[in-house]
């Protein structure tokens, strides 16, 4: 057994928003030199939606690491995650020894803080059909406010808390769910409404 270099992250079959979710968290992981301890032997980790019925399993097979929405192979290990943010928020301590505590980590996203997520989250959806002009966001936490690209020409409004801010710039959470919260509030045309809902999920599934 060895510790794994940076490994490509395959998507098989149906590339349902979960799986994309899921290989997009892995590749993010793997990016930034998280490893794991490859083996011969297949290993499946079995993911399920807390909120919807899709699932997906992740297969480590020596170095290589794919995504699926359906395995032959029974999971070795089973979660239950929301799925635009696949960390499993509770799991058995001794359960996590181990190789499936090297998943975990895997899974685990980095904090990033609201104004840096929006910045990045503008940077790349910006040019989508749809886009707001703008986006003016404010932080109640902070009392701060940013703006980016221009507000004054069809602008949109978003006002939250610095996690909500943070995780749905970031694609740790949908729009919808944050909205369903109660921590965000949009203020703007419908029309700019759609597009925003769109790209955030394209950055939740790491098309963008």
């Given at each position: 057994m060895s510790e794994s270099p940076t490994p490509a992250v395959g998507v098989l079959d149906r590339p349902t928003p979960m799986v994309l979710s899921v290989a997009r968290r892995l590749r993010e992981a793997f990016s930034r030199g998280e490893v794991f301890t490859a083996a011969d032997e297949p290993r499946v980790i079995g993911l399920s939606s807390a909120t919807d019925a899709q699932?997906?399993?992740?297969?480590?097979?020596?170095?290589?690491?794919?995504?699926?929405?359906?395995?032959?192979?029974?999971?070795?290990?089973?979660?239950?995650?929301?799925?635009?943010?696949?960390?499993?928020?509770?799991?058995?301590?001794?359960?996590?020894?181990?190789?499936?505590?090297?998943?975990?980590?895997?899974?685990?996203?980095?904090?990033?803080?609201w104004r840096s997520a929006a910045e990045t989250f503008w940077e790349r959806a910006k040019t989508l059909p749809g886009m707001p002009g703008g986006l003016s966001v404010y932080c109640f936490d902070e009392d701060a406010a940013a703006e980016f690209g221009d507000v004054a020409n069809e602008g949109y409004g978003l006002l939250g808390t610095a996690a909500a801010l943070a995780r749905m710039f970031g694609g740790s959470s949908l729009l919808s769910e944050e909205l369903g919260g109660g921590e965000l509030a949009l203020n703007g045309p419908l029309s700019g409404f759609s597009a925003l809902v769109g790209a955030n999920l394209k950055v939740v599934c790491g098309e963008l």
């Open positions: 699932k997906a399993f992740v297969t480590f097979t020596g170095t290589e690491v794919t995504v699926s929405a359906d395995s032959l192979a029974p999971a070795q290990v089973a979660w239950d995650v929301r799925w635009p943010d696949p960390v499993p928020a509770e799991a058995d301590p001794e359960a996590l020894n181990g190789f499936a505590g090297e998943v975990r980590t895997l899974l685990t996203g980095l904090d990033v803080d």
